[in-house]
């Protein structure tokens, strides 16, 4: 142990194999409880191997504690000389902001590069981060950005509690006033990066989101927030193309995942299959409304530029200045395509929730199967879970619809 002293990431990295140790051997105490599994001698064995565990690590933690950088509760050096360096450089350089709206890498590029592939380390160091908008906009490289992001929030890695504290301290940074701003003097800014920069922060958004989306609505009670704080930060994130985009192809796998672990009650079944599908409803009116809001917005870009004419002093006679306009609303009809996409956007978004559909009662079939509810895929369904399935199914259209009239009604 004294040599390990000497090194502190080798020291580290035996901490993180006795967790892991450890977790092993409660699970398997836990199987030797259970049953016609029980091995009172076995059981006896793994507990005085857990008890020299626990000794082994306390013994860890309290060299790691004594660390210079405070390592209370942590494993991971690289983690806390992250934390430690990034905090003390944002702290002491007020211009942060500014230099990474400019071309070279900075010192917050250097030091996330670091830790934000690893699921860990990068969830650590957010939550560990009181001012998150460097972790958000301090960042240059966008490479670097995503991976921290998407590391920290992965459903494979994260739970949903974490994952909700994540991702809801990240939109509230990102649609706030953004006040800190202020201190930064305007030629130090360069807008056309500033511009590129937030777009590319709100298409990063949308990935990180897209397989939480349904915690932003009808399971918002999983994150603790209401459906229309929900629905307004998905509504505002949804204004990105590329946001919209990640949106839509991951609803279906975040349907999947969220029904495919269902209660064992018939009642919390249902009221969990209702809130997904209220989610569908609200997520695929939002996407189908972004689709529309662009064509307008199109259609109001091409009349502003249609009406420069009119706006310059060219003192042409009343007949011209007829033809003019009269051309410019020809124009606008034939490349207007506002009314045109409301309905195809429409047909999409019902083509959309008969594929969902058929991906719901996948999931609530694959529940089954594991729960025990179902022994064989091949067997004939109970009455009560056909029923249960053809609800999953209508309820895509019915609480569905539900959801989309808040999507509507939210600002």
Known sequence: MSRLACDPQRL???????????????????????????????????QQSLTLLDRQETRVRQ????????????????FNSTAYLLNRWVEHHQAWWS??????PTKIDVLLSKVASDPVDAGRLIDSTTFLAPLIYGCHDLGTLRSLWLSATDPRTTSTSTAGDRIKRFVETAF????????????????????????EILDLLGEVIAPWQLQFSGLSSE??????TGVHFLKKVSES????????QELGMALYRNLSDLSDNEIERRQRIDAIAFSVGAST?????????QAQMDSDHLSTLLSIPTMLPLKLPW??????????SFILQQFDTTSETKNSSAIEMLQQRSALSSIAYMAVLNSAITSGRLENPNDAPSSELRLELQHTVDSIDNSATRGEILAEIVD
């Open 241 to 248: 193309a590329g946001a919209a985009a990640s949106l839509s």
């Open 223 to 228: 994150w603790n927030w209401s459906r229309e």
């Open 99 to 104: 230099d990474a709206t400019h071309g070279e």
């Open 319 to 328: 007949p011209s200045s007829l033809v003019i306009g009269e051309t410019n």
């Open 63 to 78: 060299i790691l504690n004594s660390s210079f950088l405070n390592l209370t509760d942590s494993y991971s050096l690289s």
């Open 176 to 199: 706030d006033k953004q006040e800190w701003r202020t201190g930064i003097a305007p030629s130090w800014v360069d807008i056309h990066e500033q511009k590129r920069l937030r777009h």
């Open 285 to 293: 009116e939002l996407l189908r409304n972004a689709k529309v809001r």
């Open 12 to 46: 580290a990295d035996l901490a993180r194999f006795l967790r892991l140790t450890r977790d092993e051997i409660e699970l398997h105490i836990r199987l030797t409880e259970i049953g016609d599994l029980a091995i009172p001698q076995v059981h006896s064995n793994l």
